[in-house]
């Protein structure tokens, strides 16, 4: 059996300790923390893909765990999947890496997964295990994989964002129960930092928002707030809160970049081969901002980052658009194509495959028994979780230790899922209960609740964007583009337009027609770092 490779030296370094490897960050059983060396004891009596579900169902936090023995390797990831392993059989061994093109190297694996581009061009991300190239895979989120000697495998998904039972709680209990469950999470956070710097990318919304009232309210006073792009409304909320909270606030302007240099630059290059790996689309939202801190020296070495990714997930920002599946006009891959296969429009062809490798997804599931709620389609919510969420979202947040920095994601705290998860539909829809939650116990004792006409109520926007949503398709595309341009506060334009003129200069023609930047990113990814044909 050959071991794990870990190509990647970043802010969460990679450790071994006897047959144990390990990288990132948990909490035990009893809400301990654990990290580097001390996180390996609670794998140490470990032998068999059983004893690691076991073991790994007790924990929470942001980790890959590899557990070499006699028959073969064990690998345990969180329920978010951040720290992938990629592995592909030579026909002889297993060659196991952080880095998919490492194993692309190493193996001479590199045919092109074709069927797998279209999916990618159209969303950012490859689904289930898949990747760009034919052969190399990647773990999936919450997952006990098990490569054995013989070149065979064994996996299992070991936790889903399923509901077994919603609560008959009143509404006022359910509020006060949420208050606990955010009281523990936030213990638990300031418990992590240790004393260190906590970095929050401060937005106008209310998920980052929260994480810097937890912070106050739990004392912690080492936090820097920053905010990126160019100036607009949103910025505007963001120094507000951070100056009515007392924190140092920091904002890095990207129309003061060079665009073409940036790209250009090798470690930008670096960056995109590392955030991407042959799966998921690298982000470019925090790079240059993280990139100007840390040449600048504006933030400590040992600094902590804190995104407020899923908040909104959990809430239910997403349950309209998801969970709420019209199953009597669309099946679920029909449904999940039209929602969120829309980067560029996919012809008839590429939406074949891209629907065609849903169904293939959903067939090759195990899904528990789960309690149903009329109008609503959990298993829905539960791809956008694996797949959209996992590899999109959460990835984004691979420029953090790419730097050398830590980050913890609060609102993803255990006790968060599971209390989302069992919390009745009606309250998730257009995040009511939460809205509501931090609203009056967080951002009006705090003042930090503005009023109407610096920002809309949440749940109003959230409406208007979904009534959007469905006009979208009716809307001329000039008119599309000058919006796309408009509300462009992270000078995307202002990159991909060097993207584009690269894709141009090698002969190969930019998407014209497209809903967002994030489709000429895409696309200069699978032609600069693919041998796609």
């Given amino acids: 059996m050959t071991a794990p490779f870990y190509f990647h030296d970043d802010g969460f370094k990679p450790v071994t300790c006897g047959n144990i490897g390990f990288r990132g960050y948990l909490f035990d059983a009893s809400d301990n923390f654990a990290a580097g060396k001390s996180a390996t004891e609670s794998f140490e009596h470990v032998k068999t893909a059983e004893e690691l579900r076991e073991v790994i169902t007790r924990l929470d936090g942001a980790f890959t765990v590899t557990i070499n023995t006699d028959d073969g390797l064990l690998i345990g990831t969180d329920t978010m999947g951040l720290f ?19 194993v692309k190297t190493r193996t001479g694996i590199s045919k092109v997964n074709k069927s797998a581009i279209a999916e990618f061009l159209s969303a950012g991300f490859v689904m289930g295990k898949d990747t760009l190239v034919k052969g190399i895979n990647r773990t999936r989120p919450a997952e006990v994989l098990f490569l054995k000697n013989d070149g065979s495998c064994q996996a299992m998904i070991y936790e889903r964002f399923l509901p077994d039972y919603f609560s008959s709680k009143s509404r006022h209990d359910l509020d006060q129960q949420l208050g606990r ?87 930008f290059l670096d960056y995109v081969k590392y955030a991407g790996n042959l799966s998921s689309m690298p982000f470019l939202q925090e790079y240059f901002a993280v990139d100007a801190l840390t040449k600048s020296g504006a933030i400590t070495e040992d600094a902590i980052f804190l995104p407020g990714h899923t908040g909104d997930f959990l809430a239910g920002s997403y349950v309209e658009k998801t969970a709420v599946c019209n199953t009597m006009k669309y099946d679920r891959p029909t449904w999940l194509l039209k929602q969120y296969f829309s980067f560029i429009q996919p012809g008839k062809a590429m939406g074949e495959t891209i629907r065609g490798r849903i169904a293939a997804w959903f067939d090759s599931q195990e899904f528990p028994a789960i309690i149903n709620c009329q109008g609503y389609d959990p298993l829905v919510e539960e ?57 009056e116990q967080y951002f009006k004792p705090l003042g930090v609740y503005f009023n109407r006409d610096e920002i809309r109520e949440q749940k109003t926007q959230l409406q208007i964007q979904f009534v959007k949503s469905k006009l979208k398709p009716f809307v001329p595309e000039f008119i599309k583009k000058s919006r796309i341009s408009k509300r462009d506060y992270l000078c995307y334009k202002h990159f991909t337009r060097v993207m584009a003129a690269e894709l141009t200069k090698e002969g190969t023609r930019p998407v014209k027609k497209f809903n967002s930047y994030n489709a000429l990113i895409c696309q200069w990814y699978v032609e600069k770092f693919t041998d796609n044909p």
């Fill in 84 to 102: 992938a392993m990629y592995y592909a059989w030579d026909g002889n061994n297993w060659f196991i890496s952080d880095s998919a093109h490492e």
């Fill in 181 to 267: 469950v955010l009281e523990k999470t936030s213990r638990r956070l300031v418990d992590s930092l240790q004393g260190k710097t906590a970095v929050i990318p401060l937005s106008g919304g209310y998920d980052s928002r929260l994480i810097a009232c937890m912070l106050k309210k739990a004392g912690y006073t080492n936090v820097v707030c920053i905010t990126y792009g160019r100036p607009n409304k949103e910025s505007e909320i963001s120094q507000k809160v951070a100056q009515k909270l007392g924190f140092r606030w920091l904002f890095i302007d990207y129309r003061e970049i060079n665009a073409a240099a940036a790209i250009n630059d090798p470690l």
């Fill in 383 to 439: 791809w956008d979780l694996k797949e959209k969420i996992s590899k999109f979202i959460f990835n984004s947040s691979r420029v953090f230790p790419f730097f050398g920095y830590q980050f913890r994601f609060p609102l993803w705290d255990r006790q968060l899922r599971l209390f989302f998860r069992r919390l009745p539909y009606p309250l998730r829809s257009f995040k009511s209960l939460y809205d509501y939650h931090l609203e």
